[in-house]
């Protein structure tokens, strides 16, 4: 039962956060960038948050890292505003590298094909 809430405040915090990126935070260094996954805490107290960006430059992927950062206090004031919860959890951003996971896997299972 405790999961399904679990699951449903970040699914909740995905929503909102991709949402004030868009309409809220004029970083330009965050423009490009999608939240794609919110992991929580058992207890809610802290999320971390998985972004995509629509660039493959090391560069960029800092920036957008740098960005977010900046813009932690800005989300959380939102969420606060948005979303009806006691404590609104610490956020951490993480790129998801699951994508390039699976293009590589898919490379492979291409190069694997190929030698045959």
């Given at each position: 039962m405790a999961n399904h809430r679990i699951d449903r405040v970040g699914?909740?915090?995905?929503?909102?956060?991709?949402?004030?990126?868009?309409?809220?935070?004029?970083?330009?260094?965050?423009?490009?960038?999608?939240i794609t996954d919110v992991q929580m805490l058992g207890d809610l107290s802290a999320a971390k948050v998985y972004?995509?960006?629509?660039?493959?430059?090391?560069?960029?992927?800092?920036?957008?890292q740098i960005g977010l950062e900046k813009a932690t206090g800005t989300i959380k004031r939102e969420l606060g505003k948005n979303l009806h919860m006691y404590?609104?959890?610490d956020l951490s951003f993480e790129k998801d590298?699951?994508?390039?996971?699976g293009n590589k896997i898919d490379q492979l299972l291409r190069d694997?094909?190929?030698?045959?």
């Open positions: 699914m909740e915090i995905k929503r909102e956060v991709n949402e004030i990126l868009r309409l809220k935070v004029r970083d330009p260094r965050v423009q490009e960038v999608t972004y995509t960006i629509h660039s493959d430059l090391a560069s960029d992927n800092q920036k957008a404590k609104i959890p590298q699951s994508l390039e996971y694997l094909d190929r030698k045959d």
